[in-house]
């Protein structure tokens, strides 16, 4: 098939209004919220019952902490059910022995797991187990006071918020990420960071946070935002929000240290115009000093990921063919395909350029 009827094939799930303005994204509505016993015992648990009655959603109270009713006839039915459900539950004892997540953090911890974009590329893909419902973590009060135990004592540390979900798309309905930049806000050894696609960040603005939460925005290409990441604001809307959340307080922003998580990055036909494009619409809304920092993340998958995302969306334009890549191992011999080492050399010298030249005194945190 011509690359370029491939290109205007769009995966159904996938499709999103993307316009050359800020506006008119709507939030995302489960067609069912269903509620565990356990999470019901929760205060955080009940409070989000109460939000998401106000909404008027569908809800559900189980009467056994088991998630049923996901599965249908094929694997693309399942994907279409479980991405239209939220399950309110309690994270499991393993979920407070927190794993370090280098290069991104000291540690993560997780609000929730799963997410309601449909990012045709999608990390979570082999990452999760079972079909991909969301679920919310009623017992959070619990999560976050089970961070101090990691706490140094005499430098900060860091932890990520945002690796198996994306906080802010479920905002509306929890109001979790909320209470969480407010714990941190009190503890001065510990910074929070989250990355999201979302620009619903008007219930962040006016919160204390001391400084200790940086808010991410990932970014791409408008040409792969269009057609791979289905479901999320534009990236004018993102721009715009990271903005807004970087402008200082006396100026009606968040006042809040920002990063842009640039992901992932991919060599599509006319990629340098495309990016210098994405770099300049940062530059003119980021025309104020500010704390920010860059990761620069290229694209990667693994045997696994690709047959999961290739049942998700069978019509997919994201290549992912592997006799144009390099293999990659981990320590536990796991394959994940990366771009060649001169492709790389050569994306890495232009993001770098683009960024020290235009931002001089943002910090690059790590290329991958």
Not at 18 to 38: E, I
Not at 105 to 126: R, S, T, V
Not at 138 to 150: C, D, F, G, H, W
Not at 248 to 256: A, F, I
Request: proline fraction near 6%.
């Amino acid at each position: 098939m011509e690359l370029l009827t491939v290109l205007e094939q769009i995966d159904e799930e996938a499709k999103v209004l993307q316009t050359a303005t800020p506006k008119g994204f709507r939030l995302w509505m489960p067609k069912r919220v269903v509620f565990t016993p356990d999470a019901m015992n929760e205060p955080y648990g009940q409070q989000i019952y109460e939000r998401a009655k106000a909404l008027d959603l569908n809800v559900e109270l189980l009467k056994n902490n088991r998630i049923t009713g996901l599965r249908g006839a094929t694997e693309r039915e399942t994907y279409k059910i479980a991405k239209n459900t939220l399950a309110i539950v309690n994270a499991p004892q393993s979920a407070f022995n927190l794993r370090p997540i280098p290069p991104s953090a000291d540690w993560q911890f997780h609000l929730a797991e799963g997410c309601p974009a449909h990012c045709q590329y999608c990390y979570l893909a082999g990452s999760l187990q079972g079909p991909p419902a969301i679920r919310v973590f009623a017992n959070l009060p619990s999560i976050l006071q089970n961070t101090v135990k990691y706490e140094r004592l005499s430098q900060v540390t860091s932890y990520e918020a945002s690796c198996y979900t994306d906080p802010l798309s479920l905002e509306h309905i929890t109001g979790g990420l909320a209470e969480t930049i407010k714990f941190f806000a009190d503890r001065p050894m510990s910074h929070l960071r989250f990355v999201t696609k979302f620009d619903a960040v008007d219930s962040l603005i006016d919160l204390e946070h001391n400084g200790h939460t940086r808010f991410r925005c990932s970014l791409n290409a408008d040409a792969v935002a269009r057609r791979l990441e289905g479901g999320t604001p534009n990236v004018a809307a993102r721009i715009q929000a990271l903005r807004k959340m970087a402008l200082p307080k006396q100026q009606g922003g968040g006042g809040y240290p920002i990063g842009v998580v640039l992901a992932p990055i991919m060599p599509i036909p006319g990629w340098e115009e495309a990016y210098s494009d994405l770099f300049d619409q940062l530059q003119q809304n980021l025309d104020f000093s500010c704390d920010l920092t860059f990761e620069l993340i290229s694209h990667r998958f693994t045997p696994g990921s690709k047959d999961i995302l290739l049942n998700w969306y069978p019509n997919t334009s994201l290549d992912m063919d592997e006799a144009t890549r390099s293999t990659k191992r981990n320590k536990f011999g796991g394959i994940k395909y990366v771009y060649g080492k001169e492709q790389m050399q050569r994306l890495k010298g232009f993001f770098e350029y683009q960024i020290q030249t235009r931002f001089p005194e943002a910090k690059i945190l790590y290329w991958t």
